[in-house]
């Protein structure tokens, strides 16, 4: 079987059409026999409604099908597009990689038809296996394939397959995927399932903004949706480096759209070397005051050591906990290398009607030599 190929817009129409309901042609009159005149018939004027559009779609499709030359209908006045105005529904080109699209008229009044979910398709070329029901977009250095829908938007570095009998498409090559509300994912593997609304990304990377700060996300993440997230094998760090200063590496990861990230369990890596294990954590992402995992604070003479003498420190290890609107606390850890470990909380309370405000400090230290002290 030789697939056929066809322009996105002319997949657009071709959809569409085949979509909507039909309509039955009129009907031609059979000629009368050699050598029989008949009688001149009264012009009967045509009293049934034109639809403009359908003619129009028709007239374009019929011209796709002939060879290169000069298209009468793209050089006529725009009409369609006058009375869309005119009644206050001419539609908005859907948006690309590159900025605003626009579309030509017929294209505009089918995006605004009702009932329909309008996909927009941009590559090098596509490929259309009408048997298997199958769109392969093909794209370039130049022109990478991509698939713009309401709620995402998909582009890739080779090519887009999209399966009409699963509903599925799948991006081949390094992929981006934009969910209409969440945060893109670009991945090196990537599945959608457009009747379930989400998808598959192996490989992926992602970031979600905490308030002035940012989580870089790395790993597998088997199911994608537009404010929820689940990953396995994932690891996480706000430092931005290639190569970041510390990271936090987990079997599950649960993460909710400018809410709470959940992991579980938890291994905290300063280079690659473990020097905490958690349970689980649970990091707000909101942009209210909210519980979450405190920022360490090192250098990066305390990950590599420039001499045999430097001692390590790295601090601020913890979790900060908003227990209510006016009381908050902080449990974090300090360790000295050659010197101490110590664990430090505290509890802040603010009471205005009861003109209550301070705080409770408790450090206990435990020295290297042994021996703990409390303060």
């Not at 206050?88 to 605004?112: F, I, M, Q, Y």
């Not at 992929?175 to 945060?183: F, I, R, S």
């Not at 396995?232 to 079997?251: I, K, Q, R």
């Not at 110590?342 to 301070?358: D, E, H, I, M």
Request: hydrophobic share 35%; aromatic share 8%.
């Amino acid at each position: 079987m030789v697939p056929a190929r066809a322009s996105g817009p002319a997949l657009l129409l071709a959809a569409l059409l085949g979509a909507a309901s039909g309509t039955r042609a009129q009907e031609i009159p059979a000629a009368a026999p050699p050598g029989r005149d008949e009688p001149a018939q009264p012009q009967v004027p045509d009293t049934a409604e034109v639809d403009s559009t359908r003619v129009r779609v028709f007239e374009r499709l019929r011209h796709l099908g002939q060879g290169p030359g000069i298209d009468s209908v793209q050089l006529a006045e725009d009409t369609m597009r006058i009375l869309l105005r005119e009644e206050g529904r001419e539609g908005r080109a859907p948006r690309g990689a590159g900025g605003a699209r626009s579309w030509d008229s017929t294209s505009t009044a089918l995006l605004e038809l009702q009932g329909y979910t309008p996909t927009s398709y941009v590559g090098e070329r596509a490929d259309f296996e009408a048997l298997r029901r199958r769109l392969i977009l093909h794209g370039d250095s130049a022109r990478k394939p991509q698939v713009f829908r309401q709620e995402m938007a998909v582009t890739a570095d080779s090519s887009i397959v999209y399966e009409e009998d699963t509903g599925r498409v799948r991006a081949l090559g390094d992929a981006l995927y934009e969910p209409e509300n969440g945060d893109p994912v670009e991945s090196r593997t990537l599945v959608l399932d457009l009747s379930q609304r989400r998808g598959t990304a192996l490989g992926a990377s992602t970031e979600y903004s905490q308030g002035n700060a940012r989580w870089i996300v790395h790993g597998d993440l088997p199911s994608v949706e537009s404010e929820i997230v689940y990953g396995s094998g994932t690891t996480f760090t706000s430092c931005d480096l290639e190569d970041p200063h510390y990271h936090f590496a987990t079997d599950r990861i649960k993460i909710h759209q400018d809410r709470v990230l959940v992991a579980r369990p938890v291994r905290l890596y300063f280079a690659d070397v473990p020097v905490a294990w958690l349970p689980f954590i649970a990091q707000g992402l909101g942009e209210d005051r909210s519980s979450g995992l405190l920022t360490p604070r090192f250098s990066v003479n305390d990950i590599v050591r420039t001499s045999g003498g430097y001692r390590r420190r790295v601090s601020n290890v913890g979790f900060y906990w908003a227990m209510s609107d006016y009381t908050d606390a902080t449990v974090a850890l300090d360790w000295f290398s050659g010197n101490f470990l110590s664990l430090t909380s505290n509890v802040r309370y603010n009471w205005s009607r009861q003109f209550l405000q301070g705080d409770v400090n408790l450090r206990r230290f435990w020295r290297e030599g042994g021996g703990s002290e409390l303060a």
